[in-house]
C-alpha cells in the first residue's frame, strides 16, 4: 500500500509516509467496530459516512468514554435518525434523553446545530473545516473531524488520544498546555492526503487500545519503529501534565417535595449549569458558592443522612437533601415555583441529570 502525504511536509526522522503506511495497514485489520463508524471494507466498497452520525458521535465523545456514549447514541439515531428530525425535536426531550451523558451544554448546543443546518444550509453539514467551523456548538476538534470523517478533507485532528500518540511519536517532552501547537503541527504533518478519515479515526484507535495512558503495548504498535519516545524509553512519561489542582468544595441542599406519590420537579433555566434540565429544586448552589440551605416552602423539612457527592469539571459539590413532612402545599406557592408534578414511579422517565437522579434515588429510600 502506498499513502500519498500532504505536499508541504519536510520529511522527520519518524519518515511521514511510512507512518500514516504502516497505521493505516494496520486499522484496516483492527479498526474498532462502532456503531457510528463505517468500517475501512465498506468505505473501500464505496459506502460513506453519515455527515450527521459523524457529527453527533463527535459531539458525545467529547470527554466521555466510547463505552458511555454507544447506547446514547443508538437511542438517539433511532429516535431521531436525521439532522432534520433533531433540529424538529423539543429542547427538553434531547435534554432528557441526554441526562446521564453530563456535560449538558453540549446537548443545548446539539439542538442549535441541528436546526442551522437544517434552516441555513437546507439539511446538510457543511463539507470543509472552514464550513463546519461557523456552526454552533462546533469547535476546532468536531469542525476538523467531521471534515477528516466524513468528507475525506485531509484535517489535522487531535484528541486526548491523538495528543498522547503524537507526544510520544515525536517525543515531545514540552508539558501540556504549551505542547499543543507542536502536537497540532506535527499530527498535520503526518496526515495523509489519501484516507484522512480512515487516519484520523485509526490514530484515536492507537491510543484507546495500544498507546494507553499507563502501560502502553509498544510491542504491539505498528508505529513502535517509527516513535522517538519509543526508542528513548520515556513513552509513559508523555505527554507532560502539570500538576493536577485540588477542586474547589461547594454544599448545597436539594428538596424533595411528594404529594400524591408525585414530586415536584422545576426546569432550571436556560442557561448555567445544567441549564434546561429538570431537576429537584435547590438552594441556589454554584461553583464557588454555597447553598442557602433556605427551603423552597416553608413547612416542616427533614434532613436525612447522608449527602450525595458530584464532581464537575471544575469544582465538587457534597448536596445534602430534605424532605418536605407537611402541611400541604397551595396550588399558588407551586405556581410560584414554576414546578411540575411528577409521578414517583416514573422518576427514571423525567431526564434527571446524574446529580439530581442520585438524590431522587436516596430520596425514595427515605419516603
Known amino acids: 500500500m502506498s499513502v500519498e502525504c500532504r505536499d508541504d511536509i519536510v520529511e522527520t526522522g519518524t519518515g511521514t509516509g511510512a507512518v500514516a ?12 467496530d462502532l456503531p457510528w463508524r463505517v468500517s475501512p471494507a465498506a468505505r473501500r466498497a464505496g459506502l460513506k459516512p453519515d455527515p450527521y452520525r459523524v457529527w453527533l458521535s463527535e459531539v458525545m465523545l467529547q470527554q466521555t468514554t466510547v463505552a458511555a456514549v454507544t447506547g446514547y447514541f443508538e437511542r438517539f439515531t433511532t429516535r431521531w ?28 448546543n446539539l439542538i442549535a446545530c441541528a436546526r442551522a443546518v437544517t434552516v441555513d444550509h437546507g439539511g446538510r453539514f457543511p463539507g470543509t473545516e472552514a464550513g ?54 506535527h499530527t498535520a504533518e503526518i496526515t495523509p492526503r489519501e484516507r484522512p478519515g480512515d ?38 512519561s508523555l505527554p507532560v501534565k502539570p500538576p493536577k489542582k485540588a477542586k474547589p468544595q461547594s454544599t448545597g441542599t436539594a428538596f424533595w417535595i411528594e404529594q400524591d406519590g408525585q414530586v415536584l420537579l422545576v426546569q432550571r433555566p436556560g442557561k448555567g449549569m445544567l441549564g434546561g434540565m429538570r431537576a429537584l429544586p435547590d438552594d441556589g448552589w454554584a461553583a464557588g458558592r454555597n447553598g442557602t440551605a433556605q427551603p423552597p416552602v416553608p413547612g416542616q423539612w427533614q434532613v436525612i443522612d447522608g449527602a450525595v457527592a458530584h464532581v464537575f469539571t471544575h469544582f465538587s459539590l457534597e448536596l445534602a437533601l430534605a424532605l418536605y413532612r407537611g402541611p400541604q402545599i397551595d396550588k399558588v406557592a407551586i405556581e410560584n415555583l414554576n ?19 442520585k438524590a431522587a434515588a436516596l430520596a425514595i429510600q427515605y419516603r
Open 81 to 108: 435518525p436525521t439532522v432534520e428530525a433533531l433540529a424538529t425535536a423539543p429542547q427538553e426531550d434531547v435534554l432528557a434523553a441526554w441526562a446521564g451523558l453530563g456535560y449538558y451544554a453540549r446537548a443545548r
Open 339 to 357: 414546578g411540575i408534578w411528577w409521578p414517583v414511579e416514573h422518576i427514571a422517565e423525567a431526564g434527571l441529570p446524574t446529580l439530581f437522579a
Open 199 to 236: 487516519f484520523a479515526q485509526a490514530m484515536m484507535d492507537l491510543g484507546a487500545t495500544i498507546c494507553t495512558v499507563r502501560n502502553p503495548s509498544c510491542l504491539l504498535c505498528p508505529l513502535a519503529p517509527h516513535c522517538a519516545a519509543h526508542a528513548q524509553g520515556i513513552a509513559e
Open 132 to 185: 463546519l467551523r461557523v456552526l454552533p456548538g462546533i469547535g476546532d476538534y468536531t469542525a476538523a473531524a467531521v471534515a477528516a470523517i466524513a468528507f475525506d478533507e485531509p484535517a489535522a485532528v487531535v484528541d486526548a488520544n491523538v495528543e498522547r500518540v503524537v507526544a510520544r511519536l515525536f517525543a515531545i517532552t514540552t508539558s501540556l498546555p504549551a505542547a499543543r501547537p507542536e502536537i497540532r503541527k
Open 21 to 32: 503506511e504502516a497505521l493505516l495497514g494496520h486499522y484496516d485489520m483492527h479498526a474498532r
